[in-house]
């Protein structure tokens, strides 16, 4: 299963439920009904209030995903395809040999 983070910012609306949670539990619930695996929520400082890291079978199931959370009013979200350090080490692995190979540009 590839991962996908999540950047969210809380809209004025979301900021005014904010002591309200279930908002969360039912994004986790969403998640699981939709065969992402729910990794970890984390509050954030900064230019995003929180991440979110999950585990899905493909894009579509994220996209279906957000679209669903993003129905609630209460977030603004932006998705990333993440790679582990594996996947970026095979990624690195097949990239074609450029010039005479000695690492000089």
Same mark, same amino acid.
């Given at each position: 299963?590839?991962? =996908?983070?999540?950047? &969210?910012?809380?809209?004025?609306?979301?900021?005014?439920?904010?002591?309200?949670?279930?908002? &969360? *539990?039912? %994004?986790?619930?969403? $998640? !699981?009904?939709? /065969?992402? +695996?729910?990794?970890?929520? =984390?509050?954030?400082?900064?230019? =995003?209030? @929180?991440?979110?890291?999950? !585990?899905?079978? *493909?894009?579509?199931?994220?996209?279906? &995903? $957000?679209?669903?959370? $993003?129905?609630?009013? @209460?977030?603004?979200?932006?998705?990333?395809?993440?790679?582990?350090?594996?996947?970026?080490?095979? &990624?690195?692995? %097949?990239?074609? +040999? $450029?010039? /005479?190979?000695?690492? +000089?540009?």
């Amino acid at each position: 299963m590839a991962t =996908y983070v999540t950047l &969210l910012k809380f809209t004025t609306e979301g900021r005014r439920g904010i002591a309200d949670t279930s908002g &969360l *539990d039912g %994004a986790k619930g969403a $998640a !699981e009904a939709m /065969g992402v +695996q729910w990794k970890g929520w =984390y509050m954030t400082f900064g230019r =995003y209030d @929180a991440v979110v890291v999950v !585990e899905a079978p *493909d894009d579509e199931a994220v996209a279906r &995903l $957000a679209l669903a959370t $993003a129905t609630s009013g @209460a977030i603004v979200s932006e998705t990333m395809r993440a790679f582990t350090e594996d996947e970026f080490r095979g &990624l690195v692995a %097949a990239l074609p +040999q $450029a010039g /005479g190979g000695d690492g +000089q540009a």
